[in-house]
């Protein structure tokens, strides 16, 4: 919690960022990060990938199980009916999870490239190429601008807002 003692300290001394181990885990890459003394992180801890999706698919083979008897048992339409949302549930959070675990790796190849290709022009080109290189990137891409454009809300009076709607109802 932000109290006026922690806030004056931020400001005395910036943001204090600990990296801690998580205590009962096997997985040596987990941490937890707070900002303020020993405060531990937010939402759930987070485990190795394929401990991850062992769990889910042992859930989704649990609840389709569960589904099997559930008629016999007695389960309401509406009970069984939440137990098959649960395993689409559970299988579109396996699919997310696949899908970042994919766009992360192509990301860090793509990187591994690019950093292959930069040692590579760093060896062959000329000191003065070099800078003259790096002179047309940096105009090119104009890291300037990038950092300071926010992002504007959608919309910035409430007054248009109910009259978008207003608008988009009436359509």
Do not use: C, H
């Amino acid at each position: 919690m932000l109290n006026e003692k922690n806030l004056l300290a931020l400001q005395k001394t910036g943001p204090q960022i600990q990296i801690q181990p998580t205590s009962n885990s096997e997985n040596k890459d987990d941490i937890s990060v707070s900002q303020f003394g020993n405060q531990k992180r937010r939402g759930r801890k987070r485990e190795r990938d394929d401990y991850y999706f062992l769990k889910a698919v042992r859930k989704i083979d649990e609840i389709r199980e569960k589904l099997k008897t559930a008629k016999d048992d007695g389960l309401t339409v509406k009970e069984r009916q939440r137990l098959r949302n649960q395993v689409s549930a559970q299988q579109s959070r396996i699919k997310k999870k696949e899908e970042v675990l994919f766009l992360n790796a192509a990301v860090k190849i793509k990187d591994q490239k690019f950093e292959q290709l930069v040692d590579i022009l760093t060896k062959k080109l000329k000191p003065k190429d070099l800078l003259e290189i790096k002179q047309e990137v940096k105009d090119a891409w104009n890291f300037e601008e990038v950092v300071q454009e926010q992002p504007k809300p959608v919309i910035q009076d409430p007054l248009e807002a109910t009259t978008q709607s207003y608008d988009y109802m009436n359509k």
